[in-house]
């Protein structure tokens, strides 16, 4: 069975950083194509980065909200994904889930913002 | 950006009536392969969102047949033919054409 288990959340103050990571199993990870989405207390869900696969140049896109702060990172050797953000605001709040876009997701991880 | 607008924002359901959630999407998400990127998931309470239906109209496989997609390049249906106790939670639609974006969510309770 396919697991994506999302680690590393929790309280952080304003301005620092924290980083994130994915675990990937029984999956072919190295071929996906894979995201970040994240959810703030409450609200929907919304789309914060993206890794392509290392043979479409493991390149990344990202949400303008987090553009030049976020950065997603892979290790197909280790089947992790992360997500490394800096200068964190309060509105960066909510749960982060790892996925394809598609039909696998992890469970989240927390993140709070707070002073 | 590629803006998905999905409506109702909430639906109220008696067991065993149907339902129907519309998502526009501000511009074409027909590709030239023929690939239409549009998806529909379910949030559950407590759960993370689970794929309903993937590419417009096609099951993932374990979803029940109750549960069904239509639509064409920016105008897009979930039709519920009849509305169980478990179909409560948060319905999102998706595309994946350009990154991705997400619609505002539709909140389904059972009356």
């Known amino acids: 069975e396919v697991q994506l288990v999302e680690s590393g959340g929790g309280l952080i103050k304003p301005g620092e950083s924290l980083r994130l990571s994915c675990a990937a199993s029984a999956f072919t990870f190295s071929n996906a194509w894979m995201n970040w989405v994240r959810q703030a207390p409450g609200k929907g869900l919304e789309w914060v980065g993206r890794i392509r696969s290392k043979t479409h140049g493991g390149t990344t896109d990202y949400a303008a909200p987090v553009e030049g702060r976020f950065t997603v990172s892979r290790d197909d050797s280790k089947n992790m994904l992360y997500l490394q953000m800096n200068s964190l605001k309060t509105e960066d709040a909510g749960v982060y889930f790892c996925?394809?876009?598609?039909?696998?997701w992890g469970q989240g991880t927390l993140v709070t913002v707070s002073s | 950006d590629i803006v998905m607008t999905q409506t109702p924002l909430s639906l109220s359901v008696t067991p065993g009536q149907p339902a129907s959630i519309s998502c526009k999407s501000s511009q074409s998400l027909l590709q030239s392969d023929g690939k239409t990127l549009f998806y529909w998931f379910l949030q559950k309470p407590g759960q993370s969102p689970q794929l309903l239906i993937y590419?417009?109209?096609n099951r993932l496989s374990g979803v029940p047949d109750r549960f069904s997609g239509s639509g064409s390049e920016t105008d897009f249906t979930l039709k519920i033919s009849r509305v169980e106790a478990e179909d409560v939670g948060v319905y999102y639609c998706?595309?994946?054409?350009?990154?991705?974006?997400f619609g505002g969510g539709t909140k389904v309770e059972i009356k």
């Open positions: 996925t394809d876009g598609r039909s696998h």
């Open positions: 590419e417009v109209s």
């Open positions: 998706m595309q994946n054409m350009q990154l991705l974006t």
